[in-house]
Nanobody, 120 residues
Framework: QVQLVESGGGLVQPGGSLRLSCAAS????????MGWYRQAPGKERELVAQ???????NYADSVKGRFTISRDNAKNTVYLQMNSLKPEDTAVYYC??????????????WGQGTQVIVSS
């Protein structure tokens, strides 16, 4: 079994900052990609930021220059530093990991989601 545990959401004023964390645990052999998606009310879930085992990092155009994804490989943890937050960043943020388990099964795993509200 694999678990993703997120933390760090909350209410912040426009222009403020938040840092999200996501730790993966369980029967993990290799993480191929790990990152963050978000879903705002009435909208589809979208990729926010992701890194891959190949070393590439992808960001949504709407967050480039404001959000930074980082990782701690030893802890199977990924972080999302969100600066200059805007009301349109309000959404539930989900951690995602595409990984190979110790039983050599490829899987797509999701965290429970953490709410981010940007409002004055």
């Amino acid at each position: 079994q694999v678990q993703l545990v997120e933390s760090g959401g909350g209410l912040v004023q426009p222009g403020g900052s938040l840092r999200l964390s996501c730790a993966a645990s369980g029967s993990i052999f290799r993480i191929n990609a790990m990152g963050w998606y978000r879903q705002a009310p009435g909208k589809e879930r979208e990729l926010v930021a992701q890194y891959t085992i190949a070393g590439s990092t992808n960001y949504a155009d709407s967050v480039k220059g404001r959000f930074t994804i980082s990782r701690d490989n030893a802890k199977n943890t990924v972080y999302l530093q969100m600066n200059s937050l805007k009301p349109e960043d309000t959404a539930v943020y989900y951690c995602n990991a595409k990984l190979l388990t110790r039983s050599l099964t490829l899987g797509d795993y999701w965290g429970q989601g953490t709410q981010v509200i940007v409002s004055s």
